[in-house]
């Protein structure tokens, strides 16, 4: 499988990152297991979670996918073929967002002991917190780095004003700087990225790894109407993207895939995986055949007339 570099860091990554919020919601501890091996087997190597997947599920307090990873990376004894992707500062209990120093260096202590890890590949700060400096979440990256806690920060949700200000503190003040970005980002939700975001992402060499790389599960082609809305726990998310422009969407994605043989869902992961500043998307499976369907969207690749095809029906 053909690795990418995560921006400046010196982590290589599969073109694709597994999700990890299914884990300990959707799909139980051995199916997650089953998916993990599968991903694992086919040379894939990046894993995505937080410390708050998945506290929205009855009976959940949170950390229950980070658990979950941590026990199969140590029953596997595979932890140096993996990269570890987690995050801090959703609410967990305390009402808010926060990314304080305080609360960082207490949450990096829980997600380390749940993954079974001495070290966190890449740490990102989930929410922007506009009650705490950037100086001081990145300072606390810093001493997080330098005890060997984590080896690189990022962020995710933040918009092009908001990281070029972290970017300017970490340059004045000496500090780490966001290395990477995890953007809201698919087909049908492309405004928010493309453009100055994704400009000074590719301008400041900064990794991006994309998150509802399926819009929720509405480009994998099974919500076609009203009707289908019950299909998944996700189905109540997705009536916005039955409009016009989403069916138009679809359209695209059923010629495309038919032309290549393989499932609209691949298609619409092997688009982002070829859009210029983006590294991978992060896409979640819960049965071994979306794990297939996964793994088959990293081979596949796409021809100039497809990415055109696309690129129009999604504008």
């Known amino acids: 499988m053909q690795k990418r570099r995560l921006g400046r860091t ?14 300990g919601w959707t799909a139980d501890e051995k199916t997650s297991f089953d998916i993990l091996d599968r991903f694992a087997d086919a040379g894939l190597n990046a894993v995505d979670t937080a410390d708050s997947y998945s506290r929205w599920a009855p009976g959940n307090k949170g950390g229950e996918s980070e658990t979950i990873i941590g026990k199969w990376m140590k029953s596997r004894g595979n932890r140096d073929k993996v990269v ?76 092009a004003g908001q990281l070029a200000a972290a970017l300017k503190v970490a340059s004045q003040k000496k500090l780490p700087r966001y290395e990477v ?19 000074l992402c590719m301008k400041e060499e900064i990794g991006v790894i994309t998150y509802f790389s399926l819009a929720r599960g509405f480009l994998s082609g099974k919500y076609r109407s009203e009707a289908d809305l019950g299909k998944s726990p996700r189905g109540g998310s997705i009536g916005k993207y039955l409009d016009i422009r989403g069916k138009r969407i679809l359209a695209a994605l059923d010629t495309v895939s038919a032309r290549h043989g393989v499932k609209q869902a691949e298609v619409a992961l092997a688009w982002i995986i070829a859009r210029p500043g983006v590294t991978a998307p992060i896409s979640s499976a819960t049965t071994i055949e979306q794990a297939d369907s996964l793994i088959r969207a990293a081979q596949l690749e796409l021809a100039a007339a497809d990415i055109e095809e696309l690129d129009q029906a999604s504008a």
């Open 10 to 23: 010196d982590l290589d990554i599969a073109p694709i990152v597994l999700g990890g919020n299914v884990f």
């Open 84 to 159: 570890v992707i987690t995050k801090v500062g959703s609410d967990m209990g305390q009402g808010k967002t926060d990314l304080s120093a305080t609360y960082i260096a207490k949450a990096v202590e829980d997600s380390l002991k749940r993954l079974k890890v001495e070290t966190i590949d890449l740490y990102l700060s989930h929410w922007p917190d506009d009650t705490v400096p950037y100086d001081e979440t990145l300072g606390a990256y810093q001493r997080l780095i330098e005890q060997g806690k984590i080896r690189w920060c990022g962020a995710s949700n933040l918009d």
């Open 181 to 199: 970005l995890q953007p809201e980002y698919n087909l049908y939700d492309r405004s928010s990225f493309d453009g100055p975001l994704r400009d």
